[in-house]
């Protein structure tokens, strides 16, 4: 049984679209991945820049890009009928199609044929694979940190991914494991756990950490919330088949409701603490909480600096702002983390 | 949004089965609904007896049958070929067929073009709606009861139809709410959670037990296992999304450790009943045990009354063997329950 997986270098397909909030995706796999992205390919008219050298299909292909991955949101969730010869041709030039849109690629009966033809593949991003374990429980060799949240959308992927960047730099050996469609792009494969059928969540979620190095930390993109009342069951199957040794606490400052859920006042972080370990201590007796990390873009430098050390003394906990303070702080801990 | 439904009154279909054991489902139908079951047809050789009178299609159709339901479990999961000139003709006649096999009915083609001349529906009853919604959280009027299990597999499906028969003998208003294949067989709808994609878990269980009489008792069907590796997150959004005033743990005397998971303990009843609580206040402050249901099957009379005192005795709970003893006395402490 597999993940999702993408085949890099990318070719980052935008269509006409210029508002870089509706670009996030393909914004986020420049961010975080530079390294794989070759090229840019939009429609005339979009101004939006990634910061990459503008390409066709051909010169992509001749540049040696293998996949053309759709970097824009898309209203209605549908494929634009005026991208169909790019992506058509594309396809027949063998690049793999990425996309995470409602609308199934293989749908797409030009797609499809093309695809036939060239044996490229058409890849959906949400769509789980066809076949998945149900979870064993079993002990895997290796550690696992998690990101956990408040509430959906405080930052559990972002924070993932800068742990990894500076994990990495501090010489920890760690990987992203992306559990939804943007995360996975970024990281060129996963499974998009929430949409997996219930009775394998957990399965999932012990595939995507597989056995590793003993020294070797995978670093697993939350999803939901532990007290959420639409997701706590995606929460909870992620948390128990990751059977992480740590966790990191997401948070937005100044929320103060589940959002979208407004008869649901938010935890408190030391609640999101104590449930995650009491949980989480079915599958992994040493889990312990090792930092948190609060999107704290509506404060002022001055507020972040005094939110995060006020914040750091109440819980006795690293709190950082990843994307604002990076994370050295939570890996140090994590560097004298004694585990089994 | 609907769940899935059925049309009774039925014919029960065993083909050629004649061992009682692989033919639960249909021995299920006609013990808690034989109301319901007007007749009985099995292919020449089967000696199975579920008490009903034989039936060809033709003259359940002439007896107002307007549903076929599968009865047995089928090895491999497939529709034998030999059954298919019988499906075929309830089909056309206009019965709808009830299965809950793996293969889909309408991929059969036969099954599906007769169906399209008939109107006849062929309904898998794995296979949640296409459309769900997400869980809101938000309180209903009525009343629920939900039994949970210290495992699979140890009577919360018999628990709670026993508890219905018993609830609506002593005047109480109460329904089945079934949440799995089995039971949506009896209950005549239901749906199957297990097989709901996770995002959509808690409220597929909204959908389950919907807005009611204020004195009104939905019974809902339990699955999985709060501390169970494999299917927690099952039973997370069942519980959030059922938000019971009462559950009953259900459990099996000698049983020491999760079937097919050796390497995980039973949790105690305690453990479950202090877990299920403290998830449970999420959409319910006042969700409280109300009773065990042990299946004691292995034990003697003597010494299943000894048993049951004692766990009496140490939970301070009403305990009981559904099946054996009845539902009287954690009917009694639902009575006296005060629901806010």
């Given amino acids: 049984m597999k993940t999702v997986e993408l085949k890099a270098p990318y070719l980052i397909f935008t269509g006409s679209e210029s508002r870089p909030t509706y670009a996030k995706t393909g914004a986020g796999l420049v961010e975080w991945r530079r390294e794989l992205c070759l090229g840019h390919l939009r429609l005339s008219g979009s101004t939006l820049d990634l910061g990459l050298p503008d390409m066709t299909v051909a010169e992509a292909k001749a540049a040696g890009i293998r996949s053309l991955v759709i970097g824009t949101a898309l209203v209605g969730g549908r494929i634009p009928d005026d991208w169909l010869d790019i992506l058509e041709e594309a396809v027949l030039l063998g690049l793999d199609i990425v996309a995470g849109v409602h609308s199934r690629l293989a749908d797409i009966e030009r797609l499809a044929k093309a695809a036939a033809k060239s044996g490229a593949s058409l890849i959906d991003v949400r769509v789980p694979p066809a076949v998945l374990p149900v979870g064993t429980g079993k002990k895997r060799s290796g550690k696992r940190?998690?990101?956990?949240?408040?509430?959906?959308?405080?930052?559990?992927?972002?924070?993932?991914?800068?742990?990894?960047?500076?994990?990495?730099?501090?010489?920890?050996?760690?990987?992203?494991?992306?559990?939804?469609?943007?995360?996975?792009?970024?990281?060129?494969?996963?499974?998009?756990?929430?949409?997996?059928?219930?009775?394998?969540?957990?399965?999932?979620?012990?595939?995507?950490?597989?056995?590793?190095?003993?020294?070797?930390?995978?670093?697993?993109?939350?999803?939901?919330?532990?007290?959420?009342?639409?997701?706590?069951?995606?929460?909870?199957?992620?948390?128990?088949?990751?059977?992480?040794?740590?966790?990191?606490?997401?948070?937005?400052?100044?929320?103060?409701?589940?959002?979208?859920?407004?008869?649901?006042?938010?935890?408190?972080?030391?609640?999101?603490?104590?449930?995650?370990?009491?949980?989480?201590?079915?599958?992994?007796?040493?889990?312990?909480?090792?930092?948190?990390?609060?999107?704290?873009?509506?404060?002022?430098?001055?507020?972040?600096?005094?939110?995060?050390a006020d914040l750091s003394d109440r819980l006795g906990l690293p709190c950082v702002d990843a994307l604002k303070t990076g994370t050295d702080a939570i890996v140090a801990r994590l560097g004298k983390l004694k585990v089994a």
């Fill in 145 to 308: 940190l998690l990101t956990v949240g408040t509430d959906c959308a405080v930052g559990k992927k972002y924070t993932a991914l800068q742990l990894e960047k500076d994990m990495r730099r501090a010489g920890l050996k760690a990987d992203f494991r992306a559990s939804g469609q943007t995360g996975i792009m970024i990281a060129g494969q996963g499974l998009p756990i929430d949409a997996v059928i219930s009775d394998f969540v957990s399965g999932a979620a012990e595939l995507l950490s597989p056995d590793n190095d003993a020294d070797h930390w995978d670093v697993i993109e939350g999803q939901g919330g532990i007290f959420h009342p639409g997701y706590s069951a995606v929460t909870m199957g992620l948390l128990v088949g990751s059977q992480p040794d740590a966790f990191v606490v997401c948070h937005e400052a100044g929320r103060t409701h589940i959002e979208g859920w407004e008869d649901f006042p938010l935890p408190t972080i030391e609640a999101v603490i104590e449930r995650t370990i009491l949980i989480g201590q079915l599958t992994n007796p040493n889990i312990t909480c090792v930092g948190v990390s609060v999107n704290t873009s509506s404060l002022s430098a001055d507020e972040r600096g005094k939110y995060l």
